[in-house]
Nanobody, 124 residues
Framework: QVHLVESGGGSVQAGGSLRLSCAASGSSYSIYSMGWIRQAPGKEREGVATLYTGDSIIYYADSVKGRFTISRDNAKNTLYLQMNSLKPEDTARYYC?????????????????WGQGTQVTVSS
């Protein structure tokens, strides 16, 4: 079992920045895919970014490319999402997710382990 706890959400004006953190515990050694997935009210879940621990390959959704950066601190078992140039359409609850195999941002339903989420609100 993998336990994920997010932090770092909040309210910010458009153009601002936030950094989300996700602390992993439990059987975190078994994780191959780690990612951030968001869900806005009334919308489907959207994969934002994925990092594959085996080879550190990273993928981003087109909507966040050039603005968001996913990274990982192996020593702290912590995943980060640096979000810059935030837009009102980035407003959503952001979830940290992981799985032991290859999971992709195009299929949020495949991810096995989820945190409780952290709210990000961007005002215009």
């Amino acid at each position: 079992q993998v336990h994920l706890v997010e932090s770092g959400g909040g309210s910010v004006q458009a153009g601002g920045s936030l950094r989300l953190s996700c602390a992993a515990s439990g059987s975190s050694y078994s994780i191959y895919s780690m990612g951030w997935i968001r869900q806005a009210p009334g919308k489907e879940r959207e994969g934002v970014a994925t990092l594959y621990t085996g080879d550190s390959i990273i993928y981003y959704a087109d909507s966040v490319k050039g603005r968001f950066t996913i990274s990982r601190d192996n020593a702290k078992n912590t995943l980060y999402l640096q979000m810059n140039s935030l837009k009102p359409e980035d407003t959503a609850r952001y979830y940290c997710a992981s799985c032991t195999g290859i999971c992709t941002i195009s299929r949020p339903g495949d991810w096995a382990y989820w945190g409780q989420g952290t709210q990000v609100t961007v005002s215009s």
